[in-house]
């Protein structure tokens, strides 16, 4: 479950690096925000993922989301604002953010009251959580979210090239793996 995320993310990363600006920033709010419209299934997520509130990029119930791929101190700033104003902070970033976030949450005495999650792994716990655990769920969940994202990116993003084609997704098994190929400006999962 968690390798179509880093592919999606992979690919985001090469493109930035050719100078599409902010490609993995921008794909991670995407990610999170389909994940969230995904678990929720209701309106309970803000409609735009690019900044749907002062306070972070997502607002859930009392839970802040902040979602990046650097987390710095400005992030933890917020993070402690948040506290302070009665909010639950979580922070989603990149595996190698982690690390970075609990330091820096920890040098400001938060490190206990700041969720902080990898981004492949808070998808793919949703992803398993949302297809009961079993086999043969995983494609079809893994169809429906990929799905999702994109509707998020058609809506909200001004860059198509974001999307994901999904033509089939074959990390069910160990001798299965997804692959990314561009296709026509688009994440291509196949064989």
Known sequence: ???PVRDIIQHAALRQEVGAARQVDRTLRCLVHATLVS???SSEVADDPRCCTPLADFLVGDVTLHVTPSP????????RDNLKDGFRPMLVTLEKGVLVAEGLAENVGLHDQVDIFDIEQFVAHHLH???????????????????????????FEADPTLMVELTTVKRL??????????NAGHKNFSE
């Open 173 to 182: 098994s160990p001798a299965r793996r997804a692959h990314i190929k561009p």
């Open 1 to 3: 479950m968690r390798t």
């Open 129 to 155: 959580k949302l297809q009961g655990f079993a086999a043969d769920g995983r494609e079809s969940a893994i169809g429906l979210f990929i799905a999702r994202y994109n509707e998020i990116i058609q809506e």
């Open 39 to 41: 678990v929720l299934r």
């Open 72 to 79: 710095g101190e400005f992030i933890v700033a917020k993070c």
